[in-house]
Every structure is written in C-alpha cells, then in structure tokens.
C-alpha cells in the first residue's frame, strides 16, 4: 500500500520561496509517476506539476511553469516541489499524490486529478501580499 507524507508549507510574503517535500513508501517499482495537485478555498483540486520516476519527464500547470520545480534529486523515495516568487493566488493545501501505474506519456502530458490513487494528507501554503 502506498503512503505519501507531506511535509514543508508554511507562511511566506508575496516572492518568497518555500520547498514542499513528499516522502512515499509502499512502492515495488523504480518507475512510477507523482505529482503535486492543491486546493484553495471555495475551489477545485488542481494539478500543479508532475514527474514521471526512472525515467525523467515533467509536467507543470501554466500558472506555475517557469516558477515551480519538481524534482527527486537522488534515489530515496521523495519527491519535492521548489517554489519561487510565490503569490497570494498561489495559497492552497498542496498535496502529493502517486500514479503506480500511469505510464510515461501519460504522467507528462498533464496532472489529472483521475489518475491519481494515492494522497497525502496536505500541507498549507499561504502567501502574504
């Protein structure tokens, strides 16, 4: 069984930078996709980047592209989401979630909440104007 824990939000200003951390365990497989998705209030979950493990490949939201990294930097099983100039409609609880079995192509493509099984319980970012 998969488990994804969530762990850096917190409070920054408008262009601050914070970096969320997503540790998964359960897995069999080295290639597997992740992604990180949030919600604001009063609103829908929404993709924000996805990377596809073992075999490289990234995705992220426009709203996000150019700001927002992802990346597993070594072979332990975490994930991270650099954020950079951050602003106040960046506020939200951010979750990492895992596709076991979402191909390559398809984890890239976009991050779509139906492909995702397995959650973490959320971390809040809240950006300050």
């Known amino acids: 069984q998969v488990q994804l824990v969530e762990s850096g939000g917190g409070s920054v200003q408008t262009g601050g930078s914070l970096r969320l951390s997503c540790e998964a365990s359960g897995y069999t497989s080295r290639s597997y996709c992740m992604g990180w998705f949030r919600q604001a209030p009063g609103k829908e979950r929404e993709g924000v980047a996805t990377i596809y493990i073992g075999g490289g490949g990234t995705y992220y939201a426009p709203s996000v592209k150019g700001r927002f990294t992802i990346s597993q930097p070594n072979a332990k099983n975490t994930v991270y989401l650099q954020m950079n100039s951050l602003k106040p409609e960046d506020t939200a609880i951010y979750y990492c979630?895992?596709?076991?079995?979402?191909?390559?192509?398809?984890?890239?493509?976009?991050?779509?909440?139906?492909?995702?099984?397995?959650w973490g319980q959320g971390t809040q970012v809240t950006v300050s104007s």
């Open positions: 979630a895992a596709a076991p079995f979402l191909g390559p192509g398809p984890c890239v493509s976009g991050a779509r909440l139906a492909d995702f099984g397995a």
